[in-house]
């Protein structure tokens, strides 16, 4: 069973900082690209950032300069450091792994952003 279990989400201040962590079961982790979407209210899921097996990664321009996506193969983890938050980063925040055409993703975590 493929399993994505995001946690880290919370209230916090603008220009406040949060770390969001997935850990991955039921995949060969080291092998796959990973990304982290987000949903805002009333808004489609949007692409936030991806990194691949090679450690390859690419940001929305919304979050450049300011969001880090990482891994730790060890630990079958992704993370996303998050810092100099906006309100406007507030959303529910996904985890998402492509396999063999299908589309995995955990159940979120809420991020909120306030002014």
């Known amino acids: 069973q493929v399993q994505l279990v995001e946690s880290g989400g919370g209230l916090v201040q603008a220009g406040g900082s949060l770390r969001l962590s997935c850990a991955a079961s039921?995949?060969?982790?080291?092998?796959?690209?990973m990304g982290w979407y987000r949903q805002a209210p009333g808004k489609q899921r949007e692409l936030v950032a991806t990194i691949t097996s090679g450690r390859e990664t690419n940001y929305a321009d919304s979050v450049k300069g300011r969001f880090t996506i990482s891994r730790d193969n060890a630990r079958n983890t992704v993370y996303l450091q998050m810092n100099s938050l906006k309100p406007e980063d507030t959303a529910v925040y996904y985890c998402?792994?492509?396999?063999?055409?299908?589309?995995?993703w955990g159940k979120g975590t809420l991020v909120t952003v306030s002014s």
């Open positions: 039921g995949i060969i982790f080291r092998i796959y690209d």
């Open positions: 998402h792994v492509e396999i063999t055409t299908m589309n995995y």
